[in-house]
């Protein structure tokens, strides 16, 4: 068996540690396609969070209680720098991660593409599932905000920093997720770069040969969402040959973690199973799902088009959630 797995953030970290187990039992194969549009520059060096916290987590180096980052991590660097005055401050890189940061660093600036960087720092951290960005050309999640002169804070070499005559700005989504915490009028999300952008080699070939797609439980507007936003790859999911399996990434009404909520609210979609479920919406009808995958506090829930199971989605551990995975692969 051959599967495919769309995932971003921390929860789709942990999601694929429940698939790599379940793979491990029955013999298949796992690739993970992986978001790159929280990535950014900060002091010079190439940042990508979601490729790293999937390293990390599946390579037995994350720190579990804080959910991202390095297990044992010191931050001298965050320290020194402040020092200086330099910003962005509200973006702290541990000593550990910074390590990571300069060997990607060296090897794009020597003419790697990110996919080829991702499998090199893939060798020392053994995640055991096949790493590939979603593309290797550049593609930013940037916010449209309005309400605060101080947004958009130029230190953050690629934030776009303008505002225009109704005093609405674009600002990286890492400002508005780490530095605002998301308190800010929000209009919309915009996925720069996605019109040029080409799927990562490998990528749409994965989709191609796959027995199986799962939507892991991640943010479906910043963490799945830019992965289909490059062109041909939600085609390439919608129109291939696998059935395509989504886990529902709210639980009774709530975001299993992170602020999925106040994504959601900007695109006007329900933050519920039955809310996210119709955002993908089902394949039959031009949308992504043949089956989605909630949970028993949101039995009942209906999604026009598509087959709908419930099943306990947290992932307090990896048994748990591995028995996750199999209940959503009991839906094809």
């Known amino acids: 068996m051959r599967i495919v797995v769309l995932t971003g953030g921390i929860g789709g970290a942990r999601f694929l540690l429940g698939v790599r187990a379940y793979a491990r039992q029955v013999g298949a194969e796992v690739t993970a396609v992986v978001n790159v549009g929280d990535d950014l520059l900060l002091h010079g060096l190439k940042v990508c969070p979601d490729l790293d916290s999937v390293l990390y987590t599946l390579g037995g180096g994350a720190d579990r ?16 720098l402040a020092a200086y005055g330099a910003e962005p401050s509200w973006f702290g890189l541990g000593d550990k991660d910074v390590a990571t940061h300069l060997v990607r660093t060296t090897m794009l600036n020597a003419g790697y593409p990110l996919s080829q960087v991702t499998e090199a720092l893939a060798t020392r951290w053994q995640p055991g599932v096949r790493l590939l960005p979603a593309t290797d050309d550049r593609l930013e999640t940037h916010v449209i905000v ?163 199971r419930s099943a306990p989605l947290r992932m307090t551990d990896e048994p748990a959630t591995a028995a996750m995975v199999r209940a959503a692969l009991e839906l094809m």
Not at 65 to 80: F, L, P, Q
Not at 267 to 277: D, H, I, M, P, T
């Open 65 to 80: 209680e804080r959910g991202w980052g390095r297990a044992g991590e010191t931050w001298t660097i965050k320290t020194e």
């Open 146 to 308: 309005s309400g605060r002169s101080e947004l958009a804070s130029p230190a953050l070499a690629n934030s776009a920093g303008t505002a225009d005559e109704q005093g609405r700005r674009a600002v990286h989504f890492q400002e508005w997720w780490v530095r605002y915490r998301a308190d800010v009028p929000t209009h919309r999300f915009v996925f720069v770069g996605a019109e040029t952008a080409k799927p990562a080699p490998g990528v749409v070939e994965a989709l191609a040969a796959a027995d199986v797609v799962l939507i892991a439980p991640s943010n479906p507007v910043v963490s799945i969402a830019p992965v289909l936003a490059v062109p041909g790859l939600r085609e390439a999911v919608a129109g291939g040959p696998a059935p395509v399996v989504g886990v529902s990434p709210v639980i009774g009404g709530a975001p299993v973690r992170g602020m999925a909520d106040r994504c959601l609210a900007v695109l006007g979609v329900e933050c519920s199973a039955a809310g996210v479920g119709g955002l993908y919406g089902a394949r039959s009808d031009g949308g992504l799902l043949d089956g989605w995958l909630v949970a028993p506090e949101d039995e009942g829930t209906a999604v026009p088009g598509v087959t709908v």
